[in-house]
């Protein structure tokens, strides 16, 4: 059926289309696809699931929520997923924890207590499917150098976060022409 909800492209925020050099003036924008940007870390800890996370997955958490804030994408919405993020890295350093401890293979024994041969440590296959979501999840909010610059942030520069970000982003205190 045409011109339903659901034909076409998922619309996106005009921040994201502007950050991302996408936004044009010539087309038609309805209003409502943009929802209140978070600016301060406190109103990240007011998701629901955040209390069950460990301390180190609350330390990645409120990181990303950080880096998302700095380049003002982070929207109420996005917390959840940024949460599953989390969740899902604390899981993959758990298994990767596992495998530094046990190694990639455990012996098997028969009934004489005889090696029989060797099985793959359960932790190591969780452990890949732990990164695939950590990296889908990542390269929607900017994580990896390509994600960042792919994101043209226009941020202020006199935000001590921003600073940093825009250092990383130009390869330099000053760009690369710094060096």
Known sequence: MAGNANSGRRQQP???????????????????????????????????????LT????????SACRQVMSF??????????????A?????????????NANGRYKYQYDEDG????TVENPSFRQMMKCWDVVKAISSNYGFSPYDRQRLKAE?????????????????GAN???DQ
């Open 14 to 52: 005009e921040e994201l289309m502007r950050l991302k050099g996408t936004m044009q003036p010539s087309r038609p924008r309805t209003k409502g696809l943009s929802g209140k940007k978070i600016t301060e870390i406190m109103n990240c800890s007011k998701v629901a699931g955040y209390r069950d």
């Open 55 to 62: 301390k180190r997955a609350k330390a990645m958490y409120l």
């Open 114 to 117: 005889q090696i029989r041969g």
């Open 72 to 85: 003002r994408l982070l929207e109420h919405g996005d917390l959840p997923q940024l949460l599953i993020y």
């Open 175 to 177: 760009g690369p022409d």
């Open 155 to 171: 941020t202020d520069p006199e935000d001590p976060t921003t600073k940093i970000v825009n250092i990383i982003m130009n390869g």
């Open 87 to 99: 969740k899902e890295f604390d899981r993959y350093l758990q298994c990767d924890e596992d495998l």
